[in-house]
């Protein structure tokens, strides 16, 4: 139980010190990878790459989400906006970029990035 709890802590106190770096972020970036598990399972992979006013770059995996319905657009855009206000806590003003691998729920027939990606 000692190793677990000391784990448990660890990881809390880093997630407490990535959050407080986040929130001094003057500007921030995204960048979003789709993928899938042994079962099939979609997977929305989100990292953000941000600057204090410092200049110190952070670069983290800001989270990983399950996409238990479709991989549609709105399904990114709510796991999205759940990463950047409950993981992050911070909000869209300072987000300056969103880079996407062109994963098919972004790029289909009825979007205008088709041809970029």
Do not use: W
Not at 32 to 43: G, N, V
Not at 63 to 78: D, F, H, K, P, V
Not at 91 to 106: D, E, H, Q, R, W
């Amino acid at each position: 139980m000692t190793v677990q709890r000391r784990i448990a802590d660890t990881s809390n106190n880093l997630s407490e010190q990535f959050n407080q770096k986040a929130n001094e972020f003057c500007c921030y970036s995204l960048a979003m990878d789709e993928s899938t598990d042994l079962t099939y399972t979609a997977q929305l992979l989100i990292f953000v790459r941000g600057v204090d006013d410092n200049y110190e770059v952070t670069k983290e995996l800001a989270g990983l989400y399950y996409m238990r319905a479709q991989t549609a657009g709105e399904e990114i855009a709510n796991q999205v906006n759940k990463c950047v206000t409950e993981r992050l806590g911070t909000t869209f003003k300072n987000l300056v970029a969103i880079c996407i691998n062109g994963f098919p729920s972004m790029c289909g027939e009825k979007h205008s990035c088709r041809s970029s990606c």
